[in-house]
């Protein structure tokens, strides 16, 4: 019996991994949350964040867009994350929007880190320019540099309310 091996399979694309670099200071917005919403714009999922008191109504707001490249790619970690610590016990209200008034730039996300510390949840928001990672393939180099874009802290429903929310709009497609 004459023992055949697979032809080996030309790559027609080189692949390349680079670092992101991700700053731990400097976060322009840092910024406490218990309500938000999501919209969409232009294909992309554009998230508003709240500080909303009975008394006095939204003290504070910040919006951004979640890419959603990002989504696509995250959502098998995101629901193992969501599988390991239990989904929200509550759907949430997503309609929070904030007002135009109150924004002046609307950032793009294409990094998301979750974190969580007893009943408190954060998110680290960053952004990663795709100008940067083509001049780092142009110019050989490994690392790109991750821009900070905001912390948001909330609670831990909320966080896992977000998640849950922004896995469903990429579940839908």
């Known amino acids: 019996m004459e023992k055949t091996t697979p032809k080996e399979e030309k790559k027609t694309s080189k692949e ?6 991700l700053a731990q200071a400097a976060f322009p917005v840092v910024f406490f949350a218990n309500k938000f919403g999501i919209e969409t714009i ?24 979640f890419e959603t490249e990002m989504l696509q790619k995250e959502k098998l970690t995101w629901g193992k994350f969501l599988g390991a610590i239990g989904g929200p016990s509550s759907s949430a209200d997503s309609l929070f929007r904030c007002s135009s008034s109150r ?3 609307v950032p793009m996300v294409n990094l998301v880190l979750w974190h969580r510390h007893g009943n408190s949840g954060e998110m680290r928001l960053y952004s990663i ?10 110019t050989a180099k490994d690392v790109v540099q991750g821009q900070a874009v905001a912390i948001i802290r ?3 429903e909320m966080q896992q309310q977000l998640m849950a929310a922004l896995l469903d709009r990429v579940y839908e497609k």
């Open 16 to 21: 390349r991994k680079l670092s992101v670099s």
């Open 42 to 65: 232009s294909g992309e999922p554009l998230v508003h964040f709240g500080c909303v008191t009975e008394n006095a109504g939204t003290l504070a707001c910040f919006a951004a867009i």
């Open 103 to 105: 924004l002046s730039t």
């Open 129 to 138: 320019s795709m100008g940067d990672i083509h001049e780092s393939i142009r």
């Open 154 to 156: 909330c609670s831990v």
